[in-house]
DNA sequence: TCAAAAGTGTTCCTGGTACACCCATGC
DNA sequence: GCATGGGTGTACCAGGAACACTTTTGA
């Protein structure tokens, strides 16, 4: 069933880069090898068309669950990629969006257009489709941006948390380490988190002190931004 | 001449956010009156659609200077909106870019779609066409958040220029006063700026220093950014 | 001589940085 | 009793905030 309009229109897609945390171990990012042509068997960022009456927002999280299962995560617009000939067939428009998992959550499973759908290390990816690996650069970059400028980690720890297993998904994202005594001074003093009576149980350690978020305050950082150097 | 596809589209635009500045007073932003459905008579951001083959930079500055006249402007891209309905006709998907110019050095006229185009202030805006209010919130906020992170004037000054124009600069984005010794001691700090041997002539006080950007620093500063709090 | 903006220093205090040892727990 | 991570304090220094008076110039 042809549509037809007075003047030619680029394509319009979404492109996700879902970047995945474990509980130690570096930054992820998920990818999956593509079924069709062109580019059919390099590994590329799960995306596809935005259909017409949906919000790219929407197109973005439609199809990163067809494409890899996920579903429910937490989205938000990068930026737009729309120099032609990033793609070889046609003139093309982009809409990236990316987003922060923990990969121990995220059951994962190819569907669709995928062949298969895996994590890689942000920094030594395979060879990717399209632009991928330029569009890939700017989120890290802007990931570790917004590291500075909003509150983290709601979507990747559990409810309670120590304050390491925090200061891991910061160093994670950074990709250094951060002094362990100036780290909690600084992030207890942000009033993002309460201090549980609980500790951890079963470790073969002294048991840490658990944590949670405190919501509101969390919720108005978010919004409303605030600066956190590490 | 009716081009046809296998699937719907979406429209894809972009929509130009000009901030204008004077040496004295508060922040602008350029404004075009519509000539057309829908909204004729209404004031919106210049715009328009994309061309197939043409990046959205590209489509976003040919539009600018088609129906404002404004030409050789830095625009930058801002974020894309895309809800459905924000176009009363049909989904549009609009990628928007602003820019900062100085208002004194361009010479504005309506032309194309436009019946009028003029500067308002920033704060107070008349009645606009489509989501176009919103989009001039994010984008003034955004340029409050860049105004911390990345210089910003060369765009808005002659090529030397006295340290209280500078300071005028970041007074009217931020739309505060800020302390003439703590500013002067913090932009000298940056290493932005070289001091000529020149001063003012002809002013009706004691005559200011004139400094000029250093061309290196301040390419380098805006590529991998900076803190710069006021 | 007046009006107008230029130019200049200091104090106080917050917060960044660097750094080393003892503590609790499970095995 | 040992391996493992948890937890704590201090000294030094850079830079943010608040604040008032003298200087130069043209009218």
Redesign the pocket.
């Given at each position: 069933m042809p549509y037809t309009y007075a003047y030619p229109r680029p394509a319009l897609t979404v492109d996700c880069i879902v970047f995945g945390l474990e509980n130690a171990g570096d930054l992820k990012v998920l990818l999956i090898q593509r079924k069709n042509q062109p580019f059919a068997g390099r590994w590329a960022l799960p995306g596809g068309f935005v259909d017409v009456g949906e919000a790219p927002e929407q197109a973005a999280r439609r199809e990163l669950e067809e494409e890899t299962g996920l579903k429910n995560v937490f989205l938000e617009q990068l930026r737009t990629f729309g120099e032609p000939g990033r793609d070889p067939r046609e003139h093309v428009v982009s809409v990236a969006h990316d987003a922060l998992v923990n990969v121990a959550d995220a059951r994962v499973r190819a569907a669709d257009d995928a062949r298969q759908a895996a994590w890689f290390p942000v920094g030594r990816p395979p060879p990717l489709a399209f632009d991928h690996a330029k569009i890939l650069r700017v989120a890290h970059n802007r990931l570790q941006e917004r590291l500075r400028r909003r509150p983290v980690g709601r979507e990747l720890l559990p409810r309670k948390f120590?304050?390491?297993?925090l200061q891991h998904v910061y160093e994670a994202i950074l990709g250094k380490e951060i002094?362990?005594?100036?780290f909690?001074?600084?992030v207890l003093?942000t009033g993002l988190l309460v201090a549980t009576d609980q500790?951890?149980?079963?470790?073969?350690?002294?048991?840490?002190?658990l944590y949670r978020f405190d919501a509101r305050t969390y919720r108005r950082l978010a919004q409303q931004g605030f600066h956190f150097?590490?």
């Open positions: 120590t304050l390491s297993q002094d362990k005594r100036n909690r001074r600084r003093r500790t951890q149980k079963q470790v073969p350690h002294r048991a840490a002190r150097e590490v």
